[in-house]
């Protein structure tokens, strides 16, 4: 196997856009591994109310299988948000007003972002399409221009009414991200940092979305909106109001996902207050994971390990029995299935499946193969992988080397086992080789400079 060199402290979310500064050096080689995934399919938890004091009772779901007329959409996503959350086993109770909706909702056990940084996995899940498929500048940061259709657009030409909130300073028009929202707003005051986050957005977030809410231009009719909250991401803020869970990196990390918690807990709140709540469906999710030195890698970008691709998903369904699905599923599907949800017809260029009937109890959900894509940028070299049964392969720049791992047996990725199962190797690389192949490769157009590009002879 190959070896890289580690790397030190990946940059997130926020690089400067450069095409010509020195590149961050490229992450390192995985030791050997364990998270928690099966390619089982779907045992139901008992359903339970919304847990908090405060909160009004939340009405009865509509008959099994069944949407309310006039849905709405809300989409929380919390960035940096890893898999290993209490709802999935992790011991300290971080998030418990997002544990007790989960158990109302249809949880998917094995949901993977798109890529392992946001400007990937969220220009994708925003197209519903591969971050290669895209056009994009090419730049770590970068922007989709404006004749890449995002799925917000779609709702709005149809008369739903689009909002959203975000917390970065990234998230400004122009990157493209902002494509199709009647009401799009950032957080006022932020400081901006290349290297890291250091403000504090999710009170001012929560404010902002009530707001937003409160306005009967934005919720008389069908809305869609969608609301980032940042803190998890680095720096990790210690909180005042907060469990002192210590002072390590995870234990810092604990504590801004128990403060993003406690801000959701009041958008919550304020939802299950409002006329439109009990026909407005919720679907949390994260735009990728976080590392705290797994595979020698910290924060996040750069790497497809399960602990940066995994991510909590689930829905919060009017009319969907709780339960939870274990078949691998990917943020391709998002776009689809809001567009059903909301009664938009679904352009057939979107790659993904609408999920809606998966949901609603009205198909067995099967196992699917997941592709998760990290194109090559200004600041990465290519990454790509497939999740298929058991098993997850990484491909290397240009396919140029593997590594393949046992997600039952091995869900941390310690083992590679790509000289040692090689039959199984040689069925997942013909496999990865096979869909990798239908995915249209669009060169960026502005950064000429890209990682890892090989020489020309």
């Avoid at 971050?131 to 995002?150: A, C, E, N, Q």
Wanted: hydrophobic letters at 35%.
């Amino acid at each position: 196997m190959r070896g890289l060199t580690p790397l030190p402290l990946a940059l997130l979310l926020l690089l400067a856009p450069a095409c010509d500064r020195k590149p961050p050096p490229t992450p390192g080689a995985p030791p050997e591994v364990t998270a928690s995934a099966g390619p089982a399919a779907s045992p139901a938890p008992a359903s339970s109310p919304l847990a908090s004091a405060s909160a009004s009772a939340s009405p009865a779901p509509a008959a099994p299988g069944k949407l309310p007329d006039n849905l709405n959409v809300l989409l929380l996503t919390i960035d940096s948000m890893r898999h290993d959350m209490p709802w999935a086993g992790y011991p300290r109770p971080i998030a418990p007003r997002l544990t007790e909706l989960e158990k109302r909702s249809v949880s998917y056990t094995r949901a993977y972002a798109l890529s392992s940084y946001t400007s990937m996995s969220v220009g994708g899940f925003l197209a519903g399409d591969y971050p290669s498929s895209i056009k994009r500048d090419g730049y770590f940061f970068g922007t989709y221009p404006k004749d890449v259709l995002m799925f917000p657009e779609r709702l709005q030409a149809a008369g739903v009414r689009t909002l959203s909130v975000q917390g970065h300073g990234y998230f400004k028009h122009g990157t493209g991200l902002s494509q199709g929202f009647d009401v799009w707003k950032i957080v006022p005051g932020l400081k901006w940092n290349a290297q890291t986050d250091e403000n504090i957005t999710g009170p001012k977030m929560e404010a902002m979305a009530e707001e937003l809410l409160s306005d009967p231009a934005n919720t008389s009719g069908r809305f869609f909106a969608w609301f980032h909250f940042l803190d998890p991401h680095d720096q990790y803020m210690p909180h005042k109001d907060g469990t002192d869970w210590g002072r390590k990196g995870r234990d810092l990390y604990d504590g801004e996902i128990e403060f993003t918690d406690r801000q959701l807990a009041r958008l919550l709140d304020f939802i299950d207050r409002q006329p439109w709540g009990p026909r407005t469906a919720i679907i949390v999710s994260a735009d990728h994971g976080e590392s705290f030195g797994e595979h020698g890698v910290f924060r996040h970008g750069f790497e497809l390990f399960e602990n940066l691709v995994h991510v909590p998903w689930f829905f919060y369904l009017p009319g969907a029995s709780p339960r939870r699905i274990d078949a691998p599923r990917s943020h391709l599907d998002l776009a689809p299935t809001v567009l059903e949800l909301l009664g938009v017809k679904a352009d057939p260029a979107l790659r993904g499946t609408s999920l809606v009937p998966e949901l609603l109890g009205q198909v067995q959900p099967l196992a699917h193969d997941v592709i998760v894509d990290l194109p090559r940028t200004s600041d990465n070299d290519r990454r790509r992988g497939l999740i298929s049964g058991k098993y997850k392969l990484i491909a290397y720049g240009d396919d140029a080397y593997y590594q393949l791992y046992d997600l039952e047996a091995d869900p941390d990725e310690k083992k590679n086992l790509i000289k040692t199962e090689k039959e199984a190797a040689a069925g997942m690389i013909q496999k990865y080789k096979a869909a990798s192949a239908q995915i249209r490769e669009l060169k960026p157009y502005a950064c000429d400079k890209l990682k890892g590009t090989p020489e020309k002879p």
